[in-house]
């Protein structure tokens, strides 16, 4: 067991025997006392008996033998010893504190996460350990944690200047012995958790770079190769259509739906093409190119589409552009494949954040159940949304819910924080 300087040695033992006073130390003589009187030996053999029921009963934590050098203290392995063992050889960090955040009790673990002494952790703030913002954090959630549990993210400051991601786990525990308020807590290290979902993320965001490159050369092909090639074809069959004579009809009549088909095969491969290539963006503008993908989705789909752009007062960057359009026709895609809706509402304003807003009115899904099922199938559609709204400094939310449509808003904010602190 630990002593801490300063600290009681012993964790309180639960009282089982309410009303009854026993002290939490046994004092046992060292020497065996001299012949005295039969009532003073009566004395002490009563006294050694309460004792062993005490000891037996499990109020006692330790004894302390007066021995030749000085008093010698050992404790007893009751109950508590199982739990003791289990909090000192966690791989958390263990703290009981005051509602003031002054900390009673730390494992060695604790200790070890903020590498200083356990003797000057414990009496120690908790604040010591924290940075100026997740202080102001903490306070309040230490004052409700009288009633009920929080959890947060902190950077955890050690003794020689290093930091740690961490998330404290605060519980309220049953008041203490002066009927004061007491606070446990575990502190469990993110820094592995944390590298892993930067690694995702650095993932993600390659995967939606690599997609980007792909439907680059993609469209570049389909546009050189392809469209050329089916635009001369076209011309060839209307070439045809017109040396068959007249009166050879159905003849001519295939050869015209021939033209027709090949015409609208090279429109929809030109649309397939420029729906991959973001150098719409850059013939259009943003607000045009959004009118056209939203105007080509209801001619396709039958699907209304209303669309309402506020005037943006400057350009956006490049990546924000392309970053809004790529949301918006991914959304458009899933209105298309999932949705079964009638209509869709787009909306682009600017003020402090650009928002782009799209919802529709159709089917609607659970955004939670589908978070679950994404161990089994992974879609990368509205994975790759809040990618790139991420990637722009944004944040992309899904409100949805069956029979109740979908809203998926992005914000972004305008201008983006490094300009506008220059
Ligand atoms: N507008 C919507 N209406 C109804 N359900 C939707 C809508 N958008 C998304 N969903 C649901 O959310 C799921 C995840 O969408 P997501 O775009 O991530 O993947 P996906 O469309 O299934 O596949 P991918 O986009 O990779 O082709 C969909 O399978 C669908 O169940
Ligand atoms: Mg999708």
Redesign the pocket.
């Known amino acids: 067991m630990k002593t801490a300087q300063g600290q009681p040695s012993f964790r309180p033992a639960p009282s089982r025997r309410p009303g009854r006073s026993h002290s939490r130390f046994a004092e046992a003589a060292g020497g065996v006392a001299k012949a005295g009187g039969l009532a003073e030996l009566r004395g002490r053999l009563a006294e050694a008996e309460e004792t062993l029921r005490a000891i037996r009963g499990g109020e006692v934590d330790a004894v302390m033998v007066a021995g030749q050098q000085g008093p010698q203290v050992f404790t007893l392995q009751g109950a508590e010893h199982a739990y003791r063992e289990l909090i000192e050889s966690m791989n958390e960090g263990a703290l009981t504190l005051t509602a003031d955040a002054v900390i009673l009790y730390a494992n060695q673990r604790f200790a070890t996460m903020v590498k200083g002494p356990l003797e000057q952790v414990i009496g120690s703030s908790l604040r010591r350990f924290l940075a100026a913002e997740d202080r102001a954090t903490l306070r309040p959630l230490l004052r409700r944690a009288d009633k009920s549990g929080a959890k947060i993210h902190v950077l955890l400051h050690a003794g020689d200047g290093s930091k740690m991601p961490v998330q404290i786990s605060i519980r309220p525990l049953a008041k203490n012995r002066f009927n004061r308020a007491t606070i446990g807590m575990v502190v469990t290290d993110m820094t592995e958790a944390r590298r892993t979902a930067e690694q995702l993320r650095a993932l993600t965001h390659r995967v939606v770079q690599a997609q980007e490159a792909e439907r680059g050369r993609v469209a570049l092909e389909l546009h050189d190769n392809i469209t050329q090639l089916l635009c001369a074809t076209h011309f060839c069959s209307q070439a045809l259509a017109d040396k068959i004579a007249a009166r050879d009809r159905p003849l001519k009549t295939e050869a015209i739906k021939l033209r027709e088909m090949l015409g609208k095969t090279a429109e929809e491969v030109e649309r397939i093409s420029r729906n991959l290539r973001p150098s719409v963006l850059h013939q259009l503008g943003l607000v045009a190119a959004l009118r056209d993908t939203g105007t080509e989705f209801a001619r396709r789909t039958g699907v209304a589409v209303k669309l309402t752009c506020g005037r943006l007062t400057a350009r956006l960057s490049a990546d924000t552009e392309l970053t809004l359009y790529r949301i918006l026709q991914?959304?458009l895609?899933?209105?298309e494949?999932?949705?079964?809706?009638r209509h869709v509402t787009v909306r682009l304003r600017q003020r402090t954040f650009v928002q782009l807003a799209i919802n529709?009115d159709?089917?609607?899904?659970d955004?939670e159940q589908?978070a679950a099922r994404r161990k089994e199938?992974?879609?990368?559609?509205?994975?790759?949304?809040r990618e790139r709204a991420a990637y722009v400094g944004g944040a992309l939310t899904?409100k949805?819910a069956p029979g109740a449509?979908?809203k998926?808003e992005v914000l972004i904010p305008w201008p983006p924080p490094a300009t506008a602190a220059a």
């Open positions: 991914e959304a895609n899933n209105v494949k999932h949705a079964r809706a529709d159709g089917i609607g899904f955004p589908h199938k992974v879609g990368l559609g509205l994975l790759s949304m899904v949805s449509g979908t998926i």
